[in-house]
């Protein structure tokens, strides 16, 4: 399995920008999908926005789709979720997930960081 370490959360006002980090050791981290979801209080966590191994395919919720962008550079073993035009209802704690296979994310034997909180004030 891969470790992560998510960063770069924090308080802004509603129509700021966020880019949060998620770093992963180990040398084959661009063997893996990587995603980021969230969980807002007294909600599940929910799929937010997800990356092939490759950086070729990515996709979105429908909710943030125009407004938040991934991706990763390999070399640095690091993957990235711009947020821009943030909505109160964006603020949530979010996760960064890894897995072989872009179908694979959040199964049980896919692998979390600690999450990042984000909070946005309107």
């Known amino acids: 399995q891969v470790q992560l370490v998510e960063s770069g959360g924090g308080l802004v006002q509603a129509g700021g920008s966020l880019r949060l980090s998620c770093a992963a050791s180990g040398r084959t981290f661009s063997s893996y999908a990587m995603g980021w979801f969230r969980q807002a209080p007294g909600k599940e966590r929910e799929f937010v926005a997800a990356?092939?191994?490759?950086?070729?395919?990515?996709y979105y919720t429908d909710s943030v789709k125009g407004r938040f962008t991934i991706s990763r550079d390999n070399a640095k073993n690091t993957v990235y979720l711009q947020m821009n035009s943030l909505k109160p209802e964006d603020t949530a704690v979010y996760y960064c997930n890894a897995a072989p296979v872009v179908n694979s994310l959040s199964s049980a034997s896919s692998s979390w960081g600690q999450g990042t909180q984000v909070t946005v004030s309107s």
């Open positions: 990356i092939s191994w490759s950086g070729g395919s990515t």
